[in-house]
């Protein structure tokens, strides 16, 4: 593995706070009109409207360095877990459906079992290999990553020739499933969902790790997909978008940006489905049901299809669905969701304390279209979904002494993280795991012409090669609310410093050079500091983060814990776990793992009072709160939890706290 560039430590700084079978300068908001939307919208071409390109730029990964701290570690994992798996055996059903001879047995779980046949996602995890495979490469440029990504690309082309198609596939019955369904023959399965991480791997390969085989590779795929479909009428396409098909015109869109190629952006406005946007343009929530993570990858690619089209329909759906998820339909910790499906929150009770919400593959989407929609417009409120579910989700996710990563994350009190095994699961969220920890660069800092953008407080440094400056951030964030930034130039430069005030702080302070500049009282706003830089310049944020409450509106004695984006966990011990108990195969079995009685410490009182009479432990961000019967409750991040019990939510009985 690469080395990581290693950032001196600071002291800290004094403050003056997502699967269905079937189917303070603030910077000003836009206002999003709802229009209707035309029958017709399937087909956009380039007479349909004027491309418009995002506001912000995201850096390169490569110019972004991490030091140490939780995100590198994490990163660090994922990648010793990607050099251990064995690309061949993800190849396998590849080659048989070419007529080739594998080189290697095939993986279990989801990539193999019959268990699964009736979903057919075998070879979901190739597409995911690749695309965290080209985001270790990009952020580490560490070899072994890019010559496993032509390896691959290679085998690739090898079943392609084979087989005379650019369709390449791992499915059981082969090419079989995907032509029944395109033909719109009743099937079992998700061909399209499972082809779109082929074509999103094939494509971060040729992005990221300037893989010109898997470029070819992919525009074969592509090419393919658009003559396969090409005879279906706009409600035959329509009523194939029915079945799950991930983010096929986010792909498609992306395609056209690669190329120019006419047919590829036709073919995403076709891969948008109506059913799905019509409401949403109208600002209709119709989500009750829906199976959550079947919706997300189409919204991200609604915004794509917009940023390539100019189609103001397409992001009027994308941002009101954000809104709607973000701020009405989420937990705390920015998952969402019962059992993979959306539910009525008039029934919060019902389903908050469920083993199976917050399915992390949701999460991982989400912060994918927060990212698209704040390059777009760059306001503080994605900014805040996308660091809240970034450290209460993401984070959350991975074992950190495993590298595995989790399906749900469920709320049941005293129920227990469960993390996939290394060769034998395969779930979705292992794939969605497998690139989660290698790409934290991708949105720690922005950028447009004259501003820099710093949206995560996370130890790193960034390069901004054409203003001939770097940025470096030391911080103990979260464990300390501030960070600090220093500049190393070549020359001084005018750029405007663009920090953000999250939500969760009452206050903000800049100090340049150790003398206040700013200070702001209104939260959810970026700052900006714009002046002539020059070499060595230092500024620092002091934020606040006080302990605060969160619940639903139809259930405000159900409550979670916060400490400005952090949320705290009981930590309920390891009752009934064995060692390794919690590495476990069957996602669906969730809440039958480990599943007898643990006991729960009760909590009464008025949650407010409780939150505010939390008290400080000895070590950063832990603190502890008097149950019912007066035994105190050991409250900790809940990204820190691991290999234990633990409650999120609490029900909280009436009383005196």
């Known amino acids: 593995m690469a080395k990581e560039d290693s950032l001196p430590h600071i002291l800290p700084c004094t403050r003056p706070s997502r699967r269905d079978l079937l189917a303070s300068v603030g910077i000003a908001a836009v206002t999003i009109g709802l229009g209707p939307l035309r029958a ?343 900014a805040d979904y996308y660091e809240r579910t970034l450290y209460n989700g993401i984070l959350a996710s991975q074992d950190p002494d495993s590298g595995m990563a989790t399906y749900f994350q469920g709320a049941r009190p005293g129920y227990m993280k469960l993390y996939h095994t290394p060769e034998d699961s395969f779930w979705c969220c292992t794939g969605t795991g497998m690139e989660n920890h290698v790409k934290y660069r991708d949105s720690i800092y922005f950028h447009d012409d004259r501003s820099l953008y710093v949206n995560l407080f996370i130890p790193s440094a960034v390069v901004w090669k054409e203003k001939g400056a770097q940025l470096v951030q030391r911080t103990s964030f979260p464990d300390v609310p501030a960070t600090s930034l220093q500049w190393t130039l070549r020359a001084p430069a005018e750029i405007a410093l663009q920090l953000r005030h999250p939500r969760w702080s009452r206050t903000a302070i800049v100090l340049v050079n150790g003398r206040e500049v700013a200070r702001s009282l209104v939260p959810g706003r970026y700052i900006e500091v714009a002046r002539r830089w020059q070499d060595d310049d230092r500024v620092e944020l002091h934020l606040e983060m006080e302990a605060a409450v969160a619940s639903a509106p139809a259930a405000p004695d159900i409550v979670a814990f916060t400490y400005g984006p952090i949320v705290l966990a009981g930590a309920l011990g390891r009752q009934g776990l064995e060692p390794g108990g919690d590495i476990v195969v069957n996602e669906r079995k969730y809440g039958e793992y480990n599943g007898g009685e643990v006991a729960v410490p009760a909590i009464a009182g008025d949650p407010e009072t409780l939150a505010a009479q939390l008290t400080p432990g000895s070590a950063p961000l832990e603190f502890s709160m008097a149950a019912e019967d007066g035994t105190p409750v050991r409250l900790i991040p809940y990204h820190r939890i691991a290999h234990e019990r633990y409650a999120t939510y609490w029900k909280v009985k009436p009383g005196i706290a």
């Open 40 to 382: 017709d919208a399937a087909v956009v071409g380039p007479a349909a409207a004027e491309a418009k390109p995002a506001r912000l730029r995201p850096f390169d990964m490569a110019d972004v360095t991490l030091a140490e701290g939780p995100f590198l570690h994490a990163q660090r994992m994922t990648e010793a877990y990607l050099l251990r798996l064995e690309p061949d055996r993800m190849l396998h059903n590849f080659r048989v459906n070419a007529g080739l001879q594998p080189k290697a047995p095939v993986y279990g779980g989801w990539e193999s079992e019959p268990t699964w046949a009736d979903i057919n996602c075998h070879g979901h995890t190739l597409g995911h290999y690749l695309s965290a495979c080209a985001f270790a490469y990009r952020s580490t440029k560490d070899a072994r990553f890019k010559q496993r990504i032509d390896y691959i690309a290679g085998e690739l082309a090898a079943c392609q020739k084979a087989s005379g198609s650019g369709l390449v596939c791992a499915f059981p019955d082969g090419p079989a499933l995907v032509a029944a369904h395109i033909r719109g023959d009743g099937i079992t399965g998700v061909p399209w969902y499972t082809l779109h991480k082929l074509y999103a791997g094939l494509r971060d390969a040729a992005q990221l790790a300037d893989s010109a085989a898997s470029r070819e590779v992919l525009i074969r795929l592509a090419d393919w997909g658009v003559v396969a479909t090409k005879a279906l009428t706009d409600a035959q396409f329509e009523a194939m978008l029915a079945t799950e098909h991930g983010g096929m015109n986010e792909i498609y869109a992306d395609l056209y940006a690669m190329t120019g190629k006419e047919e590829y952006r036709t073919l995403a406005g076709r891969f948008s489905h109506k059913a799905v946007m019509e409401p949403l343009v109208k600002g209709r929530d119709l989500l009750d049901g829906l199976h959550a993570n079947t919706q997300v990858p189409k919204i991200v690619g609604f915004q794509r299809v917009y940023e390539e089209t100019g189609d103001e329909r397409y992001t009027q759906a994308a941002a009101f669905f954000f809104r709607t998820v973000a701020h009405t339909r989420s937990f705390a910790t920015g998952g969402f969701g019962d059992n993979e499906h959306f539910f009525a929150m008039a029934d919060f009770d019902r389903h908050v304390f469920s083993a199976k919400g917050s399915e992390t593959c949701c999460q991982y989407n989400m912060l994918k279209l927060a990212r698209l929609l704040f390059m777009q417009d760059p306001q503080a409120d994605y």
